[in-house]
C-alpha cells in the first residue's frame, strides 16, 4: 500500500508553526500525522521549538524552594516527597541554580538488625534504643549479659 501524499505547503506550515501553533494542530488541520509536518517544516528550515508546552510544566515547584531546603541538609528524595514532585525535577532545578551537588553519605553502616542505614557514631545507641530486646538476647548468647 503506497503512502499518501499530502500536499503542504512548507511556507504556510512554517509561518503559522512560528506564529504559535504546535505541530499537532498543524496535522489535525491537515487532517495527517505530525511526521508529514514535521518533514515540510524542516525543509522550509523552520527553527523547532524546544521544551515542555506551558501547561506542561511546574510552574508551582520554585527553584528558591528547593535550593533553600537542600541548603538546609534535606535530601533530594525528601525535597521531592514535600514539594510533591519528582527527585528528577528537584535534581535539574539545582543544577540550574549552580548548586553543587553534596557527596553520597560515606561511613554509614546498616543496623544489624532492621538494616536501617545509622552513622557509624551513633549505631550501637540506635540498636539499644530500637532494638533493646534483641541486644539483650544476643548479649545472653555471646556470655557478655
Known amino acids: ?21 504546535t505541530v499537532a494542530e498543524l496535522a489535525r488541520e491537515h487532517g495527517c500525522s505530525s511526521f508529514p509536518i514535521l518533514l515540510a517544516l524542516h525543509k522550509a528550515g523552520t527553527t523547532m521549538r524546544q ?24 535530601p533530594k528524595n525528601r525535597i521531592a516527597k514535600a514539594l510533591s514532585c519528582s527527585s528528577h525535577l528537584v535534581t535539574k532545578l539545582l543544577r540550574q541554580a549552580g548548586v553543587p551537588e553534596r557527596p553520597r553519605a560515606k561511613g554509614r553502616v546498616k543496623c544489624r538488625f532492621c538494616a536501617k542505614w545509622v552513622d557509624p557514631k551513633g549505631v550501637a545507641s ?10 539483650l538476647a544476643s548479649r545472653v548468647e555471646n556470655g557478655e549479659g
Open 1 to 21: 500500500m503506497p503512502m499518501a501524499k499530502f500536499d503542504l505547503d512548507s511556507a504556510t506550515l512554517r509561518a503559522k508553526y512560528e506564529a504559535g501553533a
Open 51 to 74: 521544551g515542555l508546552s506551558p501547561t506542561r510544566r511546574r510552574l508551582d515547584v520554585k527553584a528558591e524552594a528547593v535550593v533553600a531546603l537542600y541548603a538546609q541538609g534535606w
Open 126 to 135: 540506635h540498636e539499644r534504643m530500637k532494638h533493646a530486646d534483641q541486644t
